[in-house]
């Protein structure tokens, strides 16, 4: 199953380029250079699959462990700015704001679970 880059990188239900507050999304998670080398590191392994499969397969362990960490990170990273927008806020923050927190969980954790 190939992974479509394209439709993960587009917000839920949004159309693309649409102007919103909110924190960002898993299309923001990787800076594309971190992302364009474990896709080398991936091509590569299909690359050498025919001569050294024991090698390929190695390659791309290696690129999904790193891509798992990264993963890792960049989601710890987001839930700390998400819980920074609102845990720290007075009792009487407006509940528009609240909300808005709320949502960027959501479509967080729906962007999460489509991966």
Same mark, same amino acid.
């Given at each position: 199953m190939m992974y479509d880059q394209t439709r993960a990188q587009q917000p839920s239900g949004k159309?693309?380029?649409r102007d919103e507050r909110r924190a960002p999304g898993p299309d923001a998670l990787f800076p594309?250079?971190?992302r364009d080398k474990i896709l080398? @590191? #991936?091509g590569q392994a299909v690359n050498?699959?025919?001569d050294t499969p024991r090698e390929a397969l190695?390659?791309?362990e290696g690129a999904f462990d790193e891509a798992a960490a990264l993963l890792v990170e960049a989601l710890a990273e987001q839930r @700390? #700015?998400?819980r920074e927008g609102?845990?720290?806020q007075d009792p009487e923050t407006q509940s528009t704001e609240l909300?808005?927190?709320l949502r960027q969980y959501r479509e967080v954790t729906q962007r999460m679970l489509r991966l």
């Open positions: 159309a693309p380029g594309a250079s971190d080398q @590191r #991936l050498i699959f025919a190695e390659k791309a @700390r #700015l998400l609102w845990q720290d909300r808005l927190a």
